[in-house]
């Protein structure tokens, strides 16, 4: 994986894949990395889209964070991987708390961002995990098989075991204090008035047996706010990209297609 170095975020890792005209930037969610998004990749057609995954601080390949996590360093991260990955313009994917990363980094820089994708997505306004839900989750540090756990409570479909393994392998080299500060960050950040009334074009996607982000709070509190967004469904849990890559990725080329008018 290409590495660059960020003088305010340290090493940054990332992969490349495809040839389209289309840049997508796809940021993982909770614990995960890059890899998380590879198969999905594979769906997608290599001519229509140039996919750029990154580790966000302190996942993945990326070394340990420097500082604190807070919205403007994974907005800086963003715009510094897209900047090596001679991506000018893209559309963005946010997966489940990197959905509310994802429409931060879209409102920063409304002249970059094409569109956005928010997959089993967290919303721009605050977020009401229980708190002990929360411990568990980040007690889990470390040990794999227990954060495997995690991924499949909130799935409904089959997911190979082998891919399985590699996700857990990733989500046990995330440090403690990331896991919890990337929750957090999550749970407590409220942007929800800058994001009101966005045109910028949207495309939510959920699961219609996600038992974090129902169908109804996708409908109301991620999609509602902007004025160009559509909610899509697909039968299928909290990870979609493990679950149904090969419907969301149909979705995501459909929405690429529609932003370039072909």
Not at 16 to 26: D, N
Not at 181 to 195: H, K, N, P, Y
Request: one cysteine or more; charged letters at 20%.
């Amino acid at each position: 994986m290409p590495t660059i170095q960020h003088p305010a975020c340290g090493d940054l890792t990332y992969s490349t894949s495809g040839e389209g005209s289309t840049a997508l930037l796809l940021l993982h969610g909770w614990a995960g990395s890059a890899a998380y998004f590879k198969t999905l990749v594979g769906h997608l057609d290599p001519e229509l889209v140039y996919c750029v995954c990154l580790d966000l601080p302190g996942h993945g390949s990326f070394g340990e964070p420097v500082g604190d996590y807070t919205l403007d360093s994974i907005a800086d991260v963003t715009f510094a991987v897209a900047d090596a990955a001679g991506a000018d313009t893209f559309v963005l994917l946010g997966y489940s708390m990197s959905a509310k990363f994802a429409q931060y980094v879209a409102n920063r820089h409304h002249d970059r961002v094409l569109g956005q994708i928010l997959v089993s997505g967290a919303p721009a306004g605050p977020l009401p995990l229980p708190a002990e839900l929360v411990d568990d989750w980040c007690d889990r540090a470390g040990a794999a098989d227990r954060l495997i756990d995690v991924v499949l409570s909130c799935a409904t479909r089959p997911i190979d075991e082998l891919l399985l393994k590699e996700v857990g392998h990733d989500a046990a080299r995330v440090l403690p204090d990331v896991l919890r500060g990337t929750v957090q960050l999550c749970i407590e950040s409220d942007f929800l008035d800058a994001v009101t009334n966005s045109r910028l074009p949207t495309l939510v996607v959920g699961g219609t047996e996600d038992w974090m982000f129902p169908p109804e709070v996708l409908r109301e509190a991620v999609a509602a706010p902007f004025e160009r967004a559509r909610l899509e469904l697909i039968n299928c849990g909290h990870e979609i990209p493990l679950e149904a890559p090969s419907e969301l990725a149909d979705l995501i080329s459909s929405f690429v297609r529609q932003l370039d008018g072909s």
